[in-house]
């Protein structure tokens, strides 16, 4: 890979970003607070140093963006010319995190809350010359040429993101293959309705990340009879395992698919899964009892519903925690500690599976009928 280093102004930065392509790896377009995007303008009125901004052109001279999507938007928005961003034409603000006031703050705060067009409008010399300055700003742009492989534009963005705070799913989105597009792509799995609907954060890639661990389990339980840890780790070499997918593969991606358009179905409301360790062993245990018809994911969810709101109530009660349900302590336990290692994931399930079972065939669980003896008159979960 070639690399080469020139400098843009505002100014050129804005005639050329339409031609600038934003390849899926990248991070999502608008992923920065309003704070953050008026620190960087703060620094660029300031003529501070920024990051430089990562381009590669193809032969055709198409334009890809590898790394500095932020930045582009942030100064984008700022110009009113982002109309992707609900923050655009977001005013200018002074900030200062190391001294409570200096001359240069005092001369940028008397513009604190003015827009781009509202500096570029006013007659005062000094927004005039704010606006000229701003425009003349010189960012370092890294051109890059003559690399062949995707994957090395990829690795490039991921390297150059090492320092910076970048999740597991946006580590996930930088990889290519089957098995990431599965996850990952627009129309992927990681884009299911019933993963959508559960209410995990939708930005940062957490909906497709889900969609990764749940294909990890399956594959594992499919092809070795057990459980497997999905760290991000774990995640990444399933994708490169993945990243030309055989048959059997597709069989069982297409076959969670299905369960998850079952699920979905049988669901009233998704969103009592939000968490993301038992939604995933949710579908795993719906998986293991090959929930396939909307009246078995209908009963299967008023289990779920059931556990759940014993969960809630039981956990909410701190140390007072009813005898009956102490169980429900140690599966807490395996939600929040360490919830993507083997062993947590293999005591979810042992609970759910019993508890499943026992509320088959008795329509209650484990605790129920006790604590219902102990406590006669009162309504299990309202107490």
Same mark, same amino acid.
């Given at each position: 890979?070639?690399?080469?280093?020139?400098?843009?102004?505002?100014?050129?930065?804005?005639?050329?970003?339409?031609?600038?392509?934003?390849?899926?790896?990248?991070?999502?377009?608008?992923?920065?607070?309003?704070? $953050? &995007?008026?620190?960087?303008?703060?620094?660029?009125? /300031?003529?501070?140093?920024? +990051?430089?901004?990562? %381009?590669?052109? =193809?032969?055709?001279?198409?334009?890809?963006?590898?790394?500095?999507?932020?930045?582009?938007?942030?100064?984008?928005?700022?110009?009113?010319?982002?109309?992707?961003?609900?923050?655009?034409?977001?005013?200018?603000?002074?900030?200062?995190?190391?001294?409570?006031?200096?001359?240069?703050?005092?001369?940028?705060?008397?513009?604190?809350?003015?827009?781009?067009?509202?500096?570029?409008?006013?007659?005062?010399?000094?927004?005039?010359?704010?606006?000229?300055?701003?425009?003349?700003?010189?960012?370092?742009?890294?051109?890059?040429?003559?690399?062949?492989?995707?994957?090395?534009?990829?690795?490039?963005?991921?390297?150059?993101?090492?320092?910076?705070?970048?999740?597991?799913? $946006? &580590?996930?989105?930088?990889?290519?293959?089957?098995? /990431?597009?599965?996850?990952? +792509?627009?129309?992927? %799995?990681?884009? =299911?309705?019933?993963?959508?609907?559960?209410?995990?954060?939708?930005?940062?890639?957490?909906?497709?990340?889900?969609?990764?661990?749940?294909?990890?389990?399956?594959?594992?339980?499919?092809?070795?009879?057990?459980?497997?840890?999905?760290?991000?780790?774990?995640?990444?070499?399933?994708?490169?395992?993945?990243?030309?997918?055989?048959?059997?593969?597709?069989?069982?991606?297409?076959?969670?698919?299905?369960?998850?358009?079952?699920?979905?179905?049988?669901?009233?409301?998704?969103?009592?899964?939000?968490?993301?360790?038992?939604?995933?062993?949710?579908?795993?245990?719906?998986?293991?009892?090959?929930?396939?018809?909307?009246?078995?994911?209908?009963?299967?969810?008023?289990?779920?519903?059931?556990?759940?709101?014993?969960?809630?109530?039981?956990?909410?009660?701190?140390?007072?925690?009813?005898?009956?349900?102490?169980?429900?302590?140690?599966?807490?336990?395996?939600?929040?500690?360490?919830?993507?290692?083997?062993?947590?994931?293999?005591?979810?399930?042992?609970?759910?599976?019993?508890?499943?079972?026992?509320?088959?065939?008795?329509?209650?669980?484990?605790?129920?009928?006790?604590?219902?003896?102990?406590?006669?008159?009162?309504?299990?979960?309202?107490?």
């Amino acid at each position: 890979m070639q690399r080469e280093t020139t400098h843009w102004s505002v100014q050129q930065l804005r005639s050329m970003v339409d031609r600038i392509n934003f390849p899926e790896y990248q991070r999502e377009p608008n992923l920065w607070s309003r704070n $953050e &995007k008026q620190r960087l303008i703060d620094s660029m009125m /300031r003529a501070f140093d920024i +990051a430089s901004i990562y %381009l590669y052109t =193809h032969d055709d001279d198409q334009i890809d963006c590898v790394d500095g999507r932020q930045r582009i938007g942030a100064i984008m928005s700022f110009l009113g010319v982002n109309a992707q961003d609900e923050d655009n034409g977001f005013p200018f603000r002074a900030l200062n995190e190391i001294e409570a006031e200096s001359q240069a703050d005092a001369q940028l705060a008397v513009y604190d809350g003015q827009t781009f067009a509202q500096l570029h409008a006013s007659s005062d010399p000094g927004a005039q010359q704010l606006v000229k300055q701003f425009l003349e700003y010189m960012i370092t742009i890294v051109n890059l040429s003559e690399s062949k492989e995707a994957h090395e534009f990829n690795l490039q963005f991921t390297r150059l993101n090492l320092g910076t705070i970048i999740n597991s799913g $946006e &580590k996930l989105n930088a990889m290519v293959g089957d098995l /990431r597009d599965v996850c990952f +792509a627009e129309d992927g %799995l990681g884009s =299911h309705e019933f993963l959508r609907a559960l209410g995990v954060p939708t930005r940062r890639y957490a909906p497709e990340q889900l969609a990764a661990q749940i294909l990890a389990q399956i594959q594992s339980l499919e092809a070795r009879e057990e459980y497997t840890r999905t760290r991000h780790y774990d995640l990444q070499r399933l994708f490169k395992q993945g990243t030309t997918m055989n048959e059997r593969q597709r069989s069982i991606v297409a076959s969670v698919e299905q369960l998850l358009d079952v699920l979905v179905s049988g669901f009233p409301d998704p969103g009592i899964l939000k968490n993301r360790a038992i939604a995933v062993s949710t579908v795993l245990l719906a998986w293991d009892l090959r929930i396939d018809s909307v009246s078995a994911a209908q009963s299967f969810a008023e289990f779920v519903e059931d556990l759940v709101s014993r969960l809630k109530w039981q956990i909410g009660k701190g140390l007072d925690v009813d005898s009956e349900y102490r169980y429900l302590v140690d599966f807490q336990r395996h939600i929040t500690q360490a919830s993507v290692e083997k062993p947590a994931v293999e005591a979810r399930a042992v609970v759910m599976r019993d508890q499943y079972e026992l509320w088959i065939r008795s329509g209650v669980l484990r605790g129920d009928e006790e604590w219902q003896a102990r406590n006669p008159g009162k309504t299990i979960g309202v107490d």
